[in-house]
C-alpha cells in the first residue's frame, strides 16, 4: 500500500493543509470514476469479444488493473480521511485566525474613520462658534453704523435747512 506523506506548501500556496488535502481527495475520486468508466468500457468490449469469439486475455488483463487501480484509491481515500481529520483542527484555527485579523482591521478602518469624522466635526463646530460669535459682532457694528448713518444724515438734513434759510 503507499504511504501518503504531508508535505507542508509554503503560507498562502494552495491553502491549508486540511484544504490541500480536500483537493487530493477530489483528484482521487475524479480518477477513480475515470477508471470505473473504463471498467464498464472494457466490460463492453468484454461482451462483444465473447460473443465474437476472439481473446479475452487482454481485456481481463486491464479489467484487473482497472479494479486495482480503484482498490488503491479507496485505501489511499482513506487514508486520506483519516489525515483530513487530523489537519481540519488547524484549519478551523487559520480560518478563526484569519476571521479575527479581518474583524480588526475592519476595527481599525472604523476607528480611523470616527477619528477624521471627530476632527471634521470639531472644526464645523468650532467654525460654527466663530460665525455665531462674529455674527452678534457683525450685527452689533451694522447697529453702531446705522446709528451714525442717521445722524449724519440728521446733521446733513439740519445743515442744508440753515443753508436754504439764510438764502
Not at 503507499?2 to 483528484?27: F, N
Not at 487501480?69 to 481529520?85: H, K, P, S, V, Y
Request: glycine residues 6%; hydrophobic residues 35%.
Amino acid at each position: 500500500m503507499t504511504k501518503l506523506r504531508l508535505v507542508d506548501k509554503p503560507a498562502g500556496v494552495g491553502g491549508t493543509k486540511y484544504e490541500q488535502l480536500q483537493a487530493d481527495k477530489a483528484k482521487y475520486a475524479a480518477q477513480k470514476i475515470k477508471f470505473e468508466q473504463g471498467i464498464a468500457d472494457i466490460e463492453k468490449e468484454l461482451d462483444r469479444a465473447i460473443l465474437d469469439g476472439k481473446s479475452t486475455d487482454n481485456l481481463h488483463t486491464e479489467r484487473r488493473s482497472l479494479l486495482d487501480g480503484i482498490r488503491r484509491i479507496e485505501l489511499l481515500t482513506q487514508d486520506l480521511d483519516r489525515l483530513i481529520l487530523l489537519a481540519e483542527p488547524e484549519h478551523i484555527r487559520t480560518k478563526i485566525e484569519a476571521l479575527r485579523n479581518n474583524m480588526a482591521k475592519q476595527a481599525a478602518q472604523g476607528s480611523q474613520a470616527w477619528e477624521a469624522y471627530e476632527a471634521a466635526r470639531k472644526k464645523y463646530y468650532a467654525i460654527e462658534a466663530d460665525y455665531k460669535g462674529n455674527a452678534e459682532t457683525r450685527r452689533a457694528q451694522m447697529e453702531r453704523w446705522r446709528g451714525e448713518l442717521l445722524e449724519l444724515e440728521q446733521r446733513l438734513s439740519d445743515l442744508e435747512a440753515q443753508h436754504e434759510a439764510a438764502n
